[in-house]
Structures are given as C-alpha cells and as structure tokens.
C-alpha cells in the first residue's frame, strides 16, 4: 500500500448543530412544496422543475451558493453543508439541479481560481440562484477524457443532465473552458427521454457556438475534475438520504398493513431484510459523510473516500429502492405511489459520475490493491 507523507485527517462523521438546522429547514420547505403527488404531476406535464422551489432553495434558504465564498457572495460554507442539502432534496427526489449546477459547475469555476472578471460574475449569479449553470459533459463521466473534452464550440454533446433548465454552459475544450449561454444563436438543446424523470438529460448541439473563455486547456481539464470528483462525492449523500427514505417508508407501510390479522412486518423474512438494509443504511451513512468530510477539508484522500462511497453507496440505494417497491406489494407498482420514482432515480444515480465497477476500479488503484 502506498504510503502516505502527510499526517491522515480524522473525518467528522456527525452533523454539527448548524448542519441540522439547515436539514430542518430544506427539509420543512420540501415539505411544504415537493410532496409525492406534486412531484409526480410535474413529471407528467413536461416540466418538472419548480421555479418558484428553487428561488425558495437558492435564494431565500442560500442554498446554491453554500460553496461559493463570502466574498464573491456565497455562503462561505462548505462541502459538509452543501451534502446536508444534498440529501434532504434526495429524500424527497425533488426536481432541481443543485447537484448539477450548485456543486459540479460551482466546483468547477472554483477550481480556476480566478477572484475577478467573468468567473467571479458567474459565481455570483449561481450563488444568488439568478442563473444554472451545467457542465457539458456525459452525466455519466467520471473524469475529463477525449470523450468528454469537444474539439470546439461545434458538435453534439451528451446526455448532459440539466441541460434543459440551464442558463449557461460550461464547455471543456481542446483549448479551454468555455461558458456558453443556452440561449445564444448557435445553440440547441434537445431533451431526450429519460429513465428519471425528476432529472432530465438533453444533448446540445453547437453550431459555430460563441462563448467566454474561461480558462486555457490545462486548467480547464484540472477544474473539470474538480467539478466531477465532487458531483461524485455529494452524489453519495443524495444516494444516502434516497435509501433513507424507502427504508423509513417500507418499515411505517409493513407495520400498518396486515395480513392473518397480524402486521406483514412482524414476519420473520421481511424483520430480516429490514434489519439488513438498516446496516447497509447506516454503512452508507458513513461512507457519505466521509466523502463530504474529505472534499470539505480538501483532505489528499479525498479521491479515496469519494470512490469508495461511490462504490458502496450506489448500491445501497438501488438495493433500498428495490425493497420499498416489492415490500409494498401491488401498491408499490402503481404510478401513483412515489416509490418508482425512488427506484428510477437510484438506477440513474448508479452510473452518474462514473459506475460502481469505475469506483472499484479506482479503490484499486489508489490502494495498490487487486482489483475485485
């Protein structure tokens, strides 16, 4: 195993008083506006995404600008912060591209470094909620490679997850990064027809596209990793609070529903798959909290703890899913019951920002370990 030069950081996996007051609140204005039935009517009608939500997440709780600095208007909070959000809008699969636009594309500019000009601008418009903005990149990409990096501001790029509700994008190029506005001549975004519907993926075509040269080809492919390692990271804590909630809703369903005039959860089997997805639960837990922790702190195991919770947590909400669909019987098949939804989006999630099998890959690597 690799040795390591640097002393290890002991990650903080418990949420500080701040970050629970911050749950209470996401959680109390999902509540109130993304419940199951709304959510399920929205998918239906071609446009699911909320506006009046997210000025309510962005710009009224400060949500989108949690990674952004104070001084270039953010909330100068952090990675820990931003995966408490994460998870609540999880649990509730609510519609909105705070992944996509609050933590990858904000990551991303961040990356650059840049204090003033147009990366500054940018930064202050997603952190205020006033603009989206997505990089345009497959939503399955695990890090910038040929297939990902255009040859310029022509071409097909694609499936960007977002792309449909986004005011810029952030194009990766042979020569730079480029931020381009979705509704400048040149450009054409297309939605496709996607497995999860509360996330939908659209190619974008550019036609002799004009766009703002952020920064040159080396920086831009070092902030594009960035930008995806921490898409990955904070993915595991929307992963976390998805398997949460059909843990939680397949136990209160399995009490209340009986059959031989007993409740079904009191049966043996079912007592033993509950009580074995409450593990995977709780390990999940852990394995979010230590990639949030790590990317918080800048931590150089950072890559490691990602991949790891990337490995462990796409599983276990596939898993979650799952269960709550077949544990709630003929109910749990029915449109009307949100539990496709949960399913729908631990399926997509499970190859967003790399597969199960590249994370593995990547323990691997980073361990000096076989590769299972």
């Keep these: 195993m690799t040795e390591r030069t640097e002393e290890s ?11 629970e007051d911050l749950r209470a609140a996401v959680r109390s204005l999902l509540d109130d506006r993304c419940d199951a039935p709304g959510v399920i009517a929205r998918t239906e009608s071609g446009t699911p995404y909320d506006p009046r ?27 820990r912060e931003a995966a408490v959000v994460i998870e609540e809008l ?29 990366v500054a601008g940018l930064l202050a418009d997603l952190a205020s909620g006033r603009k989206v903005a997505v990089l345009a990149v497959p939503f399955s990409a695990a890090a910038p490679d040929e297939a990902t990096v255009a040859a310029g501001l022509d071409g097909t790029l694609g499936p960007i997850a977002d792309a449909a509700v986004a005011d810029v994008l952030l194009v990766p190029t042979a020569d730079g990064l ?34 703002t040269r952020l920064a040159d080809s080396g920086a831009a492919l070092e902030a594009v990793r960035r930008g995806l390692l921490a898409g990955a990271g904070l993915l595991a804590s929307e992963q976390l609070g998805l398997a949460e909630w059909c843990l939680t809703e397949t136990v209160r369903h399995t009490r209340e529903r009986h ?32 990639a949030a922790d790590a990317l918080a702190t800048d931590s150089p195991d950072a890559p490691l703890a990602v991949a790891v ?16 669909v077949q544990l709630h019987g003929g109910i749990g098949m029915t449109w009307e019951h949100p539990a496709h939804l949960y399913l729908k989006r631990a399926k997509a999630d499970s190859i967003a920002y790399g597969s199960a099998g590249r994370h593995r890959e990547t323990v691997a690597e980073l361990t000096e370990l076989p590769a299972p």
């Excluded at 591209?97 to 840049?114: H, I, K, N, Q, R």
């Excluded at 919770?309 to 709550?324: D, R």
Aim: hydrophobic share 45%.
């Design 9 to 19: 950081h002991a990650p903080d996996l418990l949420y500080s008083e701040a970050e």
């Design 53 to 79: 939500l997210w000025k309510a997440l962005a710009a009224d709780i400060g949500a989108a600008g949690l990674l952004v600095p104070e001084k270039l208007g953010g909330q100068g909070a952090g990675h």
């Design 90 to 118: 999880g649990r509730s699969v609510a519609p909105a591209p705070y992944l996509t636009s609050s933590v990858v594309a904000t990551e991303t500019l961040l990356a650059l470094g840049t204090q003033d000009g147009p």
């Design 178 to 211: 480029y931020a381009v506005e979705t509704a400048a001549s040149g450009v054409t975004v297309e939605p496709l027809v996607a497995l999860d519907l509360t996330r939908p993926l659209a190619t974008v075509t550019l036609t002799g596209a004009t766009g």
């Design 259 to 290: 059959q031989f005039n007993r409740p079904v959860g009191s049966f043996q089997s079912l007592k033993h798959r509950m009580a074995q997805l409450w593990l995977e639960v709780v390990s999940a837990r852990a394995a979010a909290r230590n």
């Design 309 to 324: 919770a990337q490995a462990y947590c796409s599983g276990v909400a596939v898993h979650a899913a799952e269960e709550c």
